[in-house]
C-alpha cells in the first residue's frame, strides 16, 4: 500500500488514546498536505517537547521545570492540597481556576485488579509531603468511580491522625447537566447535598 | 496551565482530523507517559515520513519514490486506469487488493461551491495521460456523492471522444457514503459490477 516509512507512521498514530486506523491514517494525510504548516510545526513541537517536559518531583504535574510552575508560584496557597488522579484532572482543574492551592498527583487509583497498592502511588511520600508543607487542608479531588472512591476513602483513613482537614469534591447536578439525562446515583447525591434557596 | 511547549504540541494536536482539545490532551499525555515506546519511535517516524514522503508526479499518490511503487510495478496492468478523488480512496481501493492497474488521484472533486474547477483537477493532464499511456479502460471510482457524481458525469462526456472502455463502481457503493470508509468486501464487490458508462 503505502511506503514502509509512511505505514509505520500511521500504525504508531493508531497506537495514540481516541485514534484507530482510519483516523491515523487521515490524521497521516492531513500532515502530509499541509507540511510547512502543520506537519513542520508538529514535529518542532514534538521535539520540544520530548526534550524538555519533565514530571515535577513535588507534585507530578507534567512541565518543563523542576519544581513545576504551579508548586513555585508564589501567589498560589502554600497550605491548601488538591489531591487528583492524573495529570489531566489537574489541567482540568486549572481550567476551572477557582483553586488557587498546590496539587498533588496521585498517578492512577488503588486496584486490586490491576495490582496497585498504597507503594506504587507514593502515600507515604504524599503524607510526609503534608507534614513537611504544613497542610491545613487536603481535598480528595479524585473520580467518582468504584477505584477513585476506595481510593479517596483509604487516603480520609491514613490522614485522620494528621492536624490536617480533609474533603473532597462536592457531588450534585453538572452545570449545563439535564436531568434527564443524569444517572439515579448522581441524582440521590444531588439531592442528599441539596441547599437552602434564598 | 501546561507549560508553553506542551500547549502548543496539544493545540497542533488539535488541528490534526478527528483529534478534538481533550482528545489532543490526552494523547500528548500518552506520548509523554511512554516516550521510549511511542514518544520516541513517532517522532523518528515523523522525521523519515516529513523527509521520504512526496506526491508521484504521475498518479499522484503519495510514497517516497516518484514516481511511486505502484506506478513503477511491472506486474500491474498498465493499460487500466482507475481514477480516485484522493489518496486515501487510492488506498481504501488497495486494501481491497482486486484491482491490478494504475491509478489517478484527481485530489477532489468538481465543487462549484469551492470554485474548484477542471483545471484545479487537472483534467487535462489526466486525458493527456490517457492517450500517451493507450489506456484500454477508465474505470472513475468517485464517491457516491453529488460532488463525487457530477465530476464522474463531467469525465465521461470528456472522455466520449477517446477510444477508452469507461466505466465507474458498480452498486454495492451506499449512496452518500465515502469510499474511504467502505469495507473491502463492499469495495471488492462494487468493482466486480463496473458499469459501462454512456
Redesign the interface.
Known amino acids: 500500500?503505502?511506503?514502509p516509512?509512511?505505514e509505520?507512521?500511521i500504525r504508531?498514530?493508531g497506537?495514540?488514546?481516541?485514534?484507530g486506523p482510519?483516523?491515523s491514517?487521515?490524521?497521516?494525510?492531513?500532515?502530509?498536505k499541509r507540511?510547512e504548516t502543520?506537519?513542520?510545526?508538529?514535529?518542532q513541537?514534538?521535539?520540544?517537547?520530548?526534550r524538555?517536559?519533565r514530571s515535577c518531583s513535588r507534585c507530578g504535574n507534567?512541565?518543563?521545570?523542576d519544581p513545576c510552575?504551579l508548586c513555585t508560584d508564589p501567589r498560589r496557597e502554600e497550605h491548601a492540597l488538591l489531591v487528583v488522579e492524573?495529570?489531566?484532572d489537574l489541567?482540568a482543574m486549572?481550567?476551572a481556576g477557582s483553586f488557587r492551592g498546590r496539587y498533588h498527583v496521585l498517578g492512577g487509583t488503588l486496584s486490586a485488579a490491576d495490582a496497585v497498592g498504597p507503594e506504587e502511588l507514593g502515600i507515604d511520600r504524599l503524607l510526609g509531603r503534608i507534614a513537611t508543607e504544613k497542610m491545613e487542608e487536603v481535598i480528595l479531588a479524585l473520580s467518582a468511580t468504584v477505584d477513585g472512591q476506595t481510593t479517596a476513602h483509604y487516603l480520609a483513613e491514613r490522614l485522620r491522625p494528621l492536624p490536617v482537614r480533609v474533603t473532597r469534591l462536592g457531588y450534585g447536578v453538572p452545570v449545563g447537566g439535564e436531568l434527564n439525562y443524569l444517572d439515579e446515583g448522581t441524582l440521590a447525591a444531588a439531592l442528599r447535598s441539596r441547599q437552602p434557596v434564598g
Open positions: 500500500m503505502a511506503a516509512e509512511i509505520k507512521l504508531l498514530f497506537r495514540l488514546p481516541g485514534l482510519r483516523s491514517q487521515r490524521a497521516v494525510l492531513a500532515l502530509l507540511r502543520l506537519l513542520a510545526p508538529l514535529l513541537a514534538l521535539e520540544e517537547t520530548a524538555a517536559a507534567l512541565d518543563t521545570r510552575g492524573a495529570v489531566e489541567w486549572e481550567r
